[in-house]
């Protein structure tokens, strides 16, 4: 894997996947940052240890006693048995919030606008 655990970070779109690189016996999952793609993780107590992913709930339901929605813009990474959020979009800084008051006349013009044929 040439970019491991950043290796969403490059890339654009809709997915949810999970790589396995035999030469470090690591495995990294990841889901996109809207959460377009349904992906579920699981954990048995049956084998302590493992984690399980799929795409559709029934894969995990037999298998799992843990199952949890893999949550959207995320990485887990095998090595350290950690989810990790990946996406870090630049309105999600607290400190990006805009003072000015708000135009709400501008905001209803540029949406007609966006609308009009």
Known sequence: M?????APKYL???????????????MVAA????????????RSSQTPGTVFFASELKALAQVCDNIQTFPPGHVYDSQTDKLTRY????WWDPARV????IDYKLIRRTLERSVLK
């Open 12 to 26: 654009d779109g809709m997915f949810s996947f999970v790589l396995y690189d035999k030469e470090k016996d690591r």
């Open 98 to 101: 805009p003072s000015d008051p």
């Open 87 to 90: 996406f870090q979009p630049s």
């Open 31 to 42: 889901r996109d940052p809207i959460g377009i793609t349904s992906f579920y993780m699981g």
């Open 2 to 6: 040439q970019y491991g655990i950043d």
